[in-house]
């Protein structure tokens, strides 16, 4: 029952119909046992090639429940948060007068979070306010890629990072700042911290996040006295 819920789910926030699951299983699955082998693997696909081909088998043998739900939710009026950001996603890219209304209603649009919103939430917030169509339409979006944890439910940060062409201005891609500036730490923690990012992100330009920097004229850190408890 939960691989039927998920693999629905993910159907839904990610716009793929029966058909179009079908098909792309299919060419995986057939790619996997025709292309050539690549460098110092032997003759036969490996362990994690075949398990592909062993997730697109289970697929395949969950889709006529899928099938079974979707029609069953759709007799008794039913929707998942899937269902909802798939039908409102496909809503607007079809039904021009919908995107008209909402750009005429909402004048300035703030979305936040932005990280943990999902293929489908992507199509809809573009549809309706991104793409250039209007330029005195206000959009901001604030997100963390770093804070991204909704991917269960296809949420994806890569959707941040397409913000500034999904929502370019008069003069092109949309400006993008960092907030840099921690307000809480002194500088011997934020060194600490960078240090981490670095090991981990990278110290190129482009890096999804920048260092962090301390506030004007922050203070050091205090040492505090060790105290014992006979707890």
């Known amino acids: 029952t939960e691989a039927v819920l998920r693999?629905?789910?993910?159907m839904a926030e990610h716009l793929v119909d029966l058909d179009t699951l079908?098909?792309?299983?299919d060419d995986l699955r057939s790619m996997v046992d025709t292309l050539p082998p690549g460098p110092r693997q032997r003759a036969a696909p490996s362990k994690d090639l075949i398990k592909i081909q062993e997730v697109i088998d289970e697929r395949r043998e969950l889709l006529p429940m899928v099938a079974a739900l979707r029609d069953a939710m759709r007799e008794q009026s039913a929707l998942d948060f899937g269902s909802q950001m798939s039908l409102a996603a496909r809503l607007v890219v079809s039904n021009p007068e919908v995107v008209t209304a909402e750009r005429t209603a909402f004048r300035a649009v703030l979305l936040d979070e932005y990280q943990d919103t999902s293929h489908a939430q992507r199509v809809l917030l573009r549809s309706l306010f991104g793409e250039g169509a209007d330029p005195s339409l206000t959009v901001t979006a604030v997100g963390?890629?770093?804070?991204?944890i909704y991917g269960w439910r296809g949420a994806t940060a890569a959707n941040l990072a397409a913000f500034v062409e999904d929502f370019p201005s008069t003069e092109g891609p949309a400006p993008k700042k960092q907030l840099t500036t921690s307000w809480r730490n002194p500088p011997e923690v934020l060194d600490l911290a960078n240090g981490v990012s670095d090991a981990v992100l990278g110290t190129a330009?482009?890096?999804?996040v920048a260092q962090l920097e301390p506030r004007p004229a922050a203070d050091a850190v205090r040492s505090c006295p060790a105290r014992l408890s006979r707890d």
């Open 22 to 25: 079908t098909a792309w299983g």
């Open 7 to 10: 693999l629905h789910g993910e």
């Open 144 to 148: 963390d890629p770093m804070q991204a």
């Open 205 to 208: 330009e482009d890096r999804a």
